[in-house]
């Protein structure tokens, strides 16, 4: 207890002593040295103690005390935000939410009405409303009146008020920026009900006429069209499509026009969103729009028009020159009737094969056809107008030729076999076939048979096998190298066709030793030396025989006679005569009996009966004769074929008289007499 004597002294400490609060140190008394806010610290803890002056002992104990502050209204309601932004669907219901607002107060909600606020609209009257209590914001028109299309953007004014919106009460406001989205609330619309176009004949497919505009107010995909031809003479020549960047109807030539057919075409065409229409409007809002369009055709000079497109022409190959083969026409489309001129681009008949007569188009042939060198001709005709040469078109013209039966069937390729000495007949040594460069309808049919007649008919004999092949037989049991090395087999094909062409072709069949299976082992080496298919004493021979004819007259003879048919040129046949029967004719066998000499003969006998049977051949004026005498001397001497006398009458001293070219064989001959005269 205070004695009033001036010994004690009072001491604060806690929150804010000697900074905000300060005691009295001889009363007691509290003191606030600065303003208070409750909304900053609401309360403050505290303890005084009194002690002596003098000694500085505690007197009594520490007292805490709490000095808690009264509110008063002193602070006005705050939005979370200053402007707040929200969107609803345009023609939305009456009372739609569209967002919530909310603001704070700091003063004390637990005392007086200092925190309770409500909320009102000061501007957006009367399309938008909120709740006092809650500060939800909602439609206040109907469907009707929040039109997007007739306003977008509202800017709404809330305000908070404390005191419960009593006189009196601190307020504080914030922005709220509404936007009315957009529904499929209004269909497409056509600028105009008529659309007039215009476009010139030669207009290509595919290319635009023109656009067509509809109007959508709404947005975005609600916005989007498409338009389509309902109706119209022009249904099937014209095409709509929708330009995705402007929503443009794009209208495009959909076929070739003809100002002289059809001068002008109408077109009805409808146009609607690709979303569909917002049910709510369905029932009192139509969902298309229809325009007219019509399109004028202009007229364009054009070139002549030919009837078709292009032209198939079939011929006979043997078709005789002069012969009409097909025509083509062209006209002015234009409508005046004009003339028309025709001819052939020569780039597209390099081999001048047709011609076109210039007025009427036909198509002739020039020059002779081959379908086995050619089989279709593709020409182009140019057609031009008489009085306008700069307007001028072109067809092309595809010539076939058809097949005519004109060439004879040939062996498929070269045949050449073996037969082995020791054998069996009826042994098939070969399978031969046949091609033909003619292309018949039923297809081929080719039949073989050996040679009517000649020494070979012995040997071997031909067997068709009627699938368009043949095997060649053996008719021996055996054959002889040293007797005959070689065959030529002459197997004559025929064809199905009509007229029936036929050509004889050559088997060579050469005579080899064979083993017991068959195999060949062994055959005439001087046979297969010569790529000619001669034997090197057949080749000493010709050559000496060249020489000889050297010194003679080589224009009164046919030097074919000592070509090797096999090596040179085919046997050519006469097709005006009937072939002789005798292919190899009887000849003079000489003292020694040798393969080479018959070798010789069988080639010279063929080769004069080929020069008998060409009518090419020139006639013969002078006679040199000249044969193969044997193997006996080895230089290999001449004698005269048309000499009846046997070897040892032959008297070879004027080989002397032939100069030194000739020396080693009179020495040799000229010796052999000597011997048989000793």
């Known amino acids: 207890m205070d004695k009033g004597d001036g010994t004690l002294k009072y001491i604060l400490t806690g929150d804010g002593a000697g900074d905000i609060f300060t005691i009295d140190e001889n009363n007691g008394d509290l003191h606030a040295n600065k303003r208070l ?192 031809i309902v109706s119209g003479d022009g249904l099937d020549m014209f095409n709509i499509i929708t330009d995705k960047d402007s929503q443009e109807g794009i209208i495009t030539v959909l076929k070739p026009l003809d ?68 025509s083509v026409r062209a006209m002015d489309p234009d409508g005046y009737n004009s003339p028309v001129r025709y001819s052939i681009d020569r780039r597209t008949d390099l081999d001048r094969l047709f011609n076109v007569h210039s007025g009427n188009g036909s198509i002739f042939i020039i020059r002779p056809l081959d379908r086995e060198e050619a089989a279709w001709h593709n020409i182009s005709v140019i057609a031009t107008e008489f009085n306008k040469p700069l307007q001028t078109s072109r067809v092309p013209v595809y010539i076939r030729l058809l097949d005519v039966n004109d060439n004879a069937p040939t062996f498929a390729s070269f045949y050449e076999t073996f037969v082995c000495e020791k054998t069996k007949a009826g042994q098939k040594i070969q399978t031969v076939s046949a091609v033909d460069v003619d292309d018949p309808v039923g297809g081929h049919k080719f039949f073989f048979s050996l040679a009517m007649e000649g020494a070979y008919r012995g040997n071997f004999t031909v067997k068709d096998n009627g699938d368009n092949t043949a095997g060649v037989l053996t008719r021996r049991s055996s054959y002889s190298q040293l007797h005959k090395s070689v065959y030529l087999v002459p197997v004559v094909i025929t064809d199905g066709d009509f007229p029936i062409q036929s050509s004889t ?100 006998n063929q080769r004069v009966q080929d020069n008998d049977s060409n009518p090419t051949a020139p006639p013969y004026d002078s006679l040199a004769t000249y044969a193969y005498e044997g193997t006996s001397s080895v230089a290999e001497s001449l004698s005269s074929l048309g000499s009846a006398s046997s070897e040892g009458d032959q008297d070879y001293n004027y080989l002397s008289d032939w100069g030194p070219r000739f020396r080693k064989l009179a020495d040799m001959y000229g010796a052999e007499d000597s011997d048989r005269e000793s």
């Open 37 to 228: 806010d409750r909304e900053e610290k609401a309360f403050y803890s505290l303890r005084a103690t009194v002690v002596n002056k003098n000694t500085g002992l505690k007197l009594e104990p520490e007292t805490e005390f709490i000095v808690k502050l009264h509110d008063i209204n002193d602070n006005e309601p705050k939005f979370g935000k200053e402007l707040y932004t929200a969107s609803v669907p345009e023609r939305s219901n009456k009372g739609t939410s569209v967002t919530q607002v909310t603001a704070t107060d700091a003063d004390d909600s637990m005392y007086g009405n200092s925190a309770k606020l409500r909320y009102s609209i000061s501007q957006g009257h009367p399309y938008f409303s909120v709740d006092p209590s809650t500060g939800i914001i909602r439609t206040a028109l109907g469907p009707g009146e929040m039109d997007r299309e007739k306003r977008e953007h509202y800017q709404v004014v809330i305000e908070a008020k404390d005191m419960a919106g009593q006189r009196g009460g601190l307020t504080g406001t914030t922005t709220v920026n509404i936007t009315l989205t957009d529904v499929n609330d209004n269909p497409p619309r056509f600028s105009q009900s008529i659309y007039q176009l215009s476009v010139p004949e030669s207009i290509i497919t595919g290319t635009p006429v023109g656009r067509i505009t509809a109007v959508d107010k709404d947005l975005g995909k609600n916005a989007e069209m498409y338009y389509n």
């Open 259 to 326: 100002y002289e057919k059809t001068r002008s075409y109408t077109l009805e065409i409808q146009v609607q969103n690709t979303q569909t229409l917002d049910t709510r409007f369905l029932g009192y809002l139509p969902t298309k729009d229809m325009a007219t369009v019509r399109i004028g055709i202009e007229d364009v000079d054009e070139p002549p028009l030919f009837e078709r497109a292009s032209y198939v022409i079939e011929v006979k190959e043997d078709a005789a020159m002069g012969t009409a083969v097909g």
């Open 505 to 604: 072709e050559t088997l060579t069949v050469r005579v080899c030793t064979c083993d017991r299976e068959g195999n060949m082992e062994l055959c005439n080496a001087e046979a297969q030396t010569s790529s000619a298919g001669l034997s090197t004493g057949a080749l000493v021979a010709i050559l000496l025989c060249v020489i000889i004819l050297l010194k003679e007259d080589t224009q009164a003879f046919d030097i074919g006679a000592l070509r090797n048919p096999e090596a040179i040129e085919d046997s050519k046949q006469r097709r005006d005569i009937i072939p002789s029967d005798t292919l190899y004719p009887p000849i003079r066998r000489t003292a020694i009996p040798s393969r080479d000499n018959e070798d010789v003969r069988d080639f010279i």
